[in-house]
């Protein structure tokens, strides 16, 4: 099971994000891609509450999974608002392993080697990927 403590983390953060998301949505004049990108991810969240709080561990792996693919996605957002919350997310989880020295949807206890989202690689892809996506949203706020 995942502590309170993490669940209340990721709560909180998850409800930061989609305000976030949707203040983007009603406010700003995005593309069709950084539109399509807001609405999937807040489509996405509506599942992960009720997963986290009852411990649905599938949907909240394949959720994991596509948390994922969505910060490789943001790779193509171009407004700088959808660029910043993706930048905030992935600062996010970069502090969180530091805090918690694991992914914070693992469990405690678990091992690497039977855990997604944490270790040597994902660290190092997820470094990379804050680079990219900090790069467009300053090409983004140049432009």
Known sequence: M???????????ATI??????????????LGTYDKLFVIVCLMAHIPFYACLWNY?????DAL????????????FL????T??????????IQVMWVLKDRCILN???????????????????TGGFTLLVAT???QACVA
């Open 56 to 60: 649905n561990r599938p949907i909240l």
């Open 83 to 92: 660029l910043s919350i993706s930048l905030s997310v992935l600062v996010f």
């Open 16 to 29: 930061l994000i989609d305000l976030a998301l949707v203040t983007a949505l009603t406010t700003c004049s």
């Open 2 to 12: 995942i502590d309170t403590d993490s669940k209340t983390i990721l709560t909180l």
């Open 64 to 75: 994991h999974y596509f948390l994922f693919a969505a910060l490789v996605a943001s790779i």
């Open 136 to 138: 467009k949203l300053g």
């Open 107 to 125: 469990e405690e206890g678990q091992s690497i080697a039977n855990s997604f989202g944490f270790g040597p690689i994902f660290s190092f892809l």
């Open 78 to 81: 171009n407004h700088p608002l």
